[in-house]
């Protein structure tokens, strides 16, 4: 249950790279009359998947070993100092979690919007923001200590 899941939460980040660079491409080429139709229903879709791996996330970070051993073998000193216990127990979520509640903003402005040409510049910087968080944020196989498979398989 839990290799699926990780393996889940893995997959859905290209998902998410995918879907925000398709969002930065739509709000910046499509004129502002057809915005509502199209640029709503990206973000929504867009906002779903980043929920979903929101909820991983926490399940993930609240009922493994993660916050276990911060408590049982750390003090959080300790954890600050240690570059890969800092960057899964405090960096990872805190950029996710900043790049979510980016695309959830740019996802009310969307159903707000009575401008439509104002509303897709808004939209286009917090999704900008939000890829260059995210992408700061994940632990590509490259990153020394940290590093993760680019693709994990869903069973194990
Ligand atoms: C940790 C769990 C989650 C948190 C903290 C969270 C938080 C939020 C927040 C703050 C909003 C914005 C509300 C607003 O419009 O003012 C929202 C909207 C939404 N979330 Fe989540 N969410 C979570 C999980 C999920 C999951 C698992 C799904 C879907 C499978 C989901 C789907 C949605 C949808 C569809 C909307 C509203 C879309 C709309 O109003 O057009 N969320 N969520
Ligand atoms: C939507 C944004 C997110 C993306 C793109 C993302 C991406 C990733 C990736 C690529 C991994 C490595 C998976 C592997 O080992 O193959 C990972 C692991 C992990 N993520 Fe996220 N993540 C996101 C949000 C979050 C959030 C919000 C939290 C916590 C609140 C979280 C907690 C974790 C934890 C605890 C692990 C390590 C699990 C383990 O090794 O047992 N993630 N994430």
Redesign the pocket.
Known sequence: MYAGLLGLHSLLRWLLIILLVKNIICVNVQSGERFAKNDKKSS?RL??IA??N??IG?YQYFTVKLPKVMMEHFTMADIMKTSNLRFWLVEHPTMMILSITLI?IA??KA?KSVNALKTQRLMSWLYILALIIMIAGIPWPFREEIGRPLFRGLYQ
């Open positions: 929504l906002l779903i929920h979903i929101l909820l926490f959830t996802h009310i159903k």
